[in-house]
């Protein structure tokens, strides 16, 4: 395999990754949320003890998923990024479709 093809296919799979993990960490923030709703309506009704202490429980774990994944996706978004900058200094590789689709993934996520 050509260093260019082996370019291209680096950007294709780290792209995928980080488009994953983006989606992943937006799964875990939305789970969160509907974790609090519910611990909050536990205590609003007035919900036995073990109840609001599961749901706290729940929440909690949502949390800690929440912060794993955003080190995973920034560390993704990093290996990405270097590629990118790597893909950009290669005359070859400067305008390739590849790079531009992994630009644009990269800036979607947010990362």
């Not at 370019?7 to 488009?19: H, M, P």
């Not at 800690?64 to 978004?77: C, E, H, T, W, Y």
């Amino acid at each position: 395999m050509s260093d260019l093809a082996a370019a291209r296919r680096q950007l294709a799979i780290k792209s995928g990754v980080v488009k994953r993990l983006a989606k992943e960490h937006a799964l875990y923030k939305k789970e969160a949320e509907e974790q609090q709703r519910k611990l909050d309506k536990f205590i609003a009704d007035g919900a036995e003890a073990w109840d609001i202490k599961n749901a706290t429980r729940m929440m909690e774990e949502a949390n800690k998923m929440i912060v794993d994944s955003a080190n995973r996706l920034g560390k993704a978004a990093g290996e990405l990024k270097d590629l990118i900058d790597a893909g950009k200094a290669n005359p070859e590789l400067a305008h390739d479709e590849e790079l531009l689709k992994a630009e644009k993934i990269l800036e979607e996520s947010g990362a």
